[in-house]
Each structure stands twice: as structure tokens, then as C-alpha cells.
């Protein structure tokens, strides 16, 4: 009786970990219905068990895995999760004099895995007084699926010494705000990561990290000042070269770790003594275009390459066999209006007839720069194909030119523009001010003479606007680093939901306001 009555207690609590059938799908994230004590309880028994009851079962590994105390392995606790119940046991007293602070973490979530909005915080102590001062703040372009994690540390300045021993912890909630409350008055270092891998503790492979506007900061209760952290999905270590490879004696291509940046100079890529003509990126890879090498092999030096988020790559210096074409056939990609042709002909304009849906007529691409050629707007967006016969080539003699050439192409309407001007406040301030019109699928900069700024030749469309502080005048958002320390510019919303029209002055009436003090 015994035994059957231990296995279906066993069946019991092993059904429970299942998502309940039928219905409507359930997409309530767990809501907080009671609570032990209060957040900032003073004068807690020795002994006391911390206990929170939620308004649904909870996934017991899941919330294990988020349930963190601080200060970090002071006081032994024993973790049970029942149902919709927490309890948190002592196993030795609360310690006289210490403020505890327990987070329950935004990775905690129902059988349906709906997670909680934001994380919850319980401090208390046993003494009689509980500090007041706190750290707030919030994190810019967070990506809303992915928790960001904020660490402070006073013993530590370094970020991963503050995530490997931090003071205190917490999570910013779906719209990035964050708070640490109860601190004792005293300097606190930053640093925050976004946890890519949902594991509640920073991977410096695996996760992004956050850059703070400010690497230390003093709680306060009087003034409401708030810490900005920038949030990358990606790390700070150097890129490597994963694969070099010459695809024929005009073209290199490069992979590496990380997406190289697309404001390299051509000087950092040398191969031999040929010149690069034209660097092409595409996600983590970029091709190398360049002079014809007429030896079996060359020589690939890479000096002060960086990524996009200005992590250098080690010098390199490597040997490569240089291809011949694969085939005697040229070959053709369509990216936006421009065409690649590889291996590149040497004529400046290509001269062809363009069989489309709506109608035919002679086509002419124009040679933009090595290997790529421009295709011209018609009057409507078209798609077909392009029929060209390839001119003699006198770089690529093995290059078979007695065939005619049909190629895809998707030709494009002549684009239609709007302007949009306004004003920016206080207009007397010389500074390095740079403003950003984006939506989805454009973004446009422009600079700030006397207050003032131009977005010219706009696409149609619904835009937000957005300004940051240009310190170094290269006309782009630097995302700075953690360490050591290059504060971020962090580009701040002024508005939103602004329409643009074709052939049409878009004119912001109102001055925006820019607080320069915090930034600057």
C-alpha cells in the first residue's frame, strides 16, 4: 500500500511539470501574489523563511537557476519549489548587520514558459535601519527577447571581476530600466552584459556586453540621475581571421570571427604589391578586389583591421595560392541596384537589352568601381532579363566571349524624395552634434550648424529621430568600450511617428530640447 501509494505521489508531481492541454494558448507571464516580507523589511527574525506564492505552478529547474542572494555565499540557504510556491530556508541565522538583497530573476516562468515582465527584489536585514540610497538607470537598444544583466562591485572596476564577484545583481525590465535600492553611500563600479545564452551569469564568448555611460557611480536619493548602458550583442575580444582564400587573380576573400568594420582603410588590406581597388562587406565575410597577380602566389598582410565594434585584429601575415577563374563563363550577383561581375571586364560601360514583364528596351550599366556595375532606375520597377554579349577582355584572355549573357535582373522606379528640417535647443552651444533619422529599412545623419539640421533626399516613409554627441567627428554612433573605459554614444530618441512625403519640405515646427549637461 505503501509503495503504490509513494508511486502515484511520483506521478502526481511529474504531471505537474507539464503544460495543462486544451484551451486557448496561454501567454500570461507569472504574477507575484504574496510575499514573506516586504522589500526593505528591518528587524527580520534570525531565522526567518522567505516564502512567495505566484499566480501559477512554476518550472522548477527554471527558477532554481534565477534565484540569487547577495552578498554572494555569506548565508547557506536550502531552495524549494512547489507549485506556485517559493521558500527559501536559512541554514545557519541571518547574519546581524548585513543587508541581504534577493533577486528573483525575469528567466522564472510558468509551465507554458511565459516568463516574468521583470525582476523582483526583496532587501531586509535584522537590524533596525536600512539604508535608502539607490542606482538607477536604463539600457539603450536593448533587443526586448534578450535579458540584460547590470552587476555593481566596490572591491572591483574591471567588468569581468565585477561579473565574476558582484556586490549586487540585478535585470532591467522589458523597457530597460533597472534599479538597485537599500546601497550604502558609497562609489559602486558597473558593468552590465546581455545574456545571449539565457544562463543568468556572463559568458565572455557567448554573450554581449553592455557599455556604460559612466563606469562608477554614487547612490543617491536626491537627485534623479540615471545611468545609461548600451547594450551589443557581442563581445569586446579581438576578431580573428578565420579563412583568407583568393577566389581568382583579381578577387580575395576574408572570414572572420566577428563582422569586420566597413570603415577600414584599403592601406590595412595588402596583398603583395597589388593594390586593393575595392572592399566589399557582407556580415563577417568581405572580398578583397584588386590587381590582377599574375604569380602562383601572394602574400596577404592585414595591419589595424578592426570590427565594427573597433576591435583591433593582430597583424597578420600570410601566403595564399592565387586561383585561376573555375570556368570560362563570367558570373553574375544582383545586390540592390549594383551588379557584381566576376572576374571583372574591363569595359566602363556594358551595353545589353532588358526583356522585362512590363516591357523591352535597351539597357546600359554603367562601371561604378571594380567590378561593379550600376543598374539605372526605369520609369517603374521591373523584373527580367538582362541579355548582353561581354566584350574581349584583355585582363581575362581565357574569358569565352562568343556567347550571349542572360541575366536576372530586378530594376528599380526612379526614387522620389522628401526633405525634413528643424531645430535643436539650446542653439548658442558649439558641439560635436550629430542627428539620425531611421525607420526599419532607412537611416539618414546629419550635422547641427547654429541649432538647425537637414535631412536631404529622404525615401517616403514613417521615421523616428534621434541625436548623440559626435565627440570624435566621424559621423557615427561609437559604441566606446568597457574597459578601460570609452564612455558609448548613445544615440537618445527626441521623437517619433514623423511623416515623410515625396517632393515634399517636411518642417519640425517645435525646438527639440537637448540636455548637454549629462552628456557632454
Sequence with gaps: MFLLLAGSLLITQCAAEKPPGGGPPDKQPPSLISASLPDGAVNVDSLHTLRFVFSEPLLVKTAENNITLFPLDRTGTDIRIRGRKIQIRPLTPWEKGT????????????????????????SFTRSGTMPQNSIRGYVAEQDGNVNTGICI????RVPDSIFAQPEYFTQSASGGAFTFDHLPEDTFFIAGYQDMDRSNSFHQDLDGVCVPSEPAVLPDTLEHHNVVLLATEDNFLPPELVKAENLYPGATRLSFTKKPAAWNRRESFRLGEAEVDTVIYAGKTCTLYHERLSADSLELRLREVVDYLSCTLHDTLLRLPVKDPEDSLYHFEQRGTSLFITPPPDARELKGRFEGLRDTLELTLIKQKHAIYAIPALAASDRGKWHVDMPASGTYPEIRTDSLYAVDLQSKAAPEYGTVTGRVTPAEVHMPLRLVLKNDLQTYGAGCENGEFLFDKVLPGTYRLFWYADRN????????????????????????????????????EDAYKIDIEKVF
Design 99 to 122: 543587508v541581504y538583497t534577493l533577486i528573483l530573476g525575469k528567466n522564472i516562468a510558468d509551465l507554458r514558459n511565459n516568463s516574468l515582465p521583470e525582476p523582483l527584489q526583496f
Design 473 to 508: 567627428h566621424n559621423e557615427r554612433a561609437d559604441p566606446g568600450r568597457p574597459w578601460p573605459h570609452i564612455p558609448p554614444e548613445i544615440m537618445r530618441e527626441l521623437d517619433t511617428d514623423i511623416r515623410v512625403r515625396a517632393r515634399w519640405d517636411t518642417e519640425l
Design 153 to 156: 562591485s566596490r572591491q572591483h
